[in-house]
């Protein structure tokens, strides 16, 4: 059974920190990219960050500088250091994962964590 399982959220003032992490199983086939997306009440999917299985990194131009990617594919985890939060930065955010090398795109992953919730008051 595929799973994508994220952790870390919660509550956090403005200007703080969060990280969250999300860890794979069940996938016979390697992962190459895995990634996360945010979505905050209505407004559409978004990607935040993505990092590839050889080390390429994708940043949201709303989160550079802010927020970080790390991973280790051996154990098929993906963690998203964020800094200096923002309360637009409010969102369930996902984690994704695909078995391709793909961009920021949504509509490229086909295996999705249930989200966690991030809300950064004022």
């Known amino acids: 059974q595929v799973r994508l399982v994220e952790s870390g959220g919660g509550s956090v003032p403005a200007g703080g920190s969060l990280r969250l992490d999300c860890a794979a199983s069940g996938f016979t086939d390697d992962i190459y990219t895995m990634a996360w997306f945010r979505q905050a009440p209505g407004k559409e999917r978004e990607g935040v960050a993505l990092r590839t299985s050889d080390g390429r990194t994708t940043y949201a131009d709303s989160v550079k500088g802010r927020f970080t990617v790390s991973q280790d594919f051996g154990v098929r985890t993906l963690s998203l250091q964020m800094s200096n939060l923002r309360p637009e930065d409010t969102a369930i955010y996902y984690c994704?994962?695909?078995?391709?090398?793909?961009?920021?795109?949504?509509?490229?992953?086909?295996?999705w964590g249930q989200g966690t919730q991030v809300t950064v008051s004022l």
């Open positions: 994704a994962a695909s078995t391709w090398y793909v961009l920021l795109n949504p509509d490229d992953f086909k295996h």
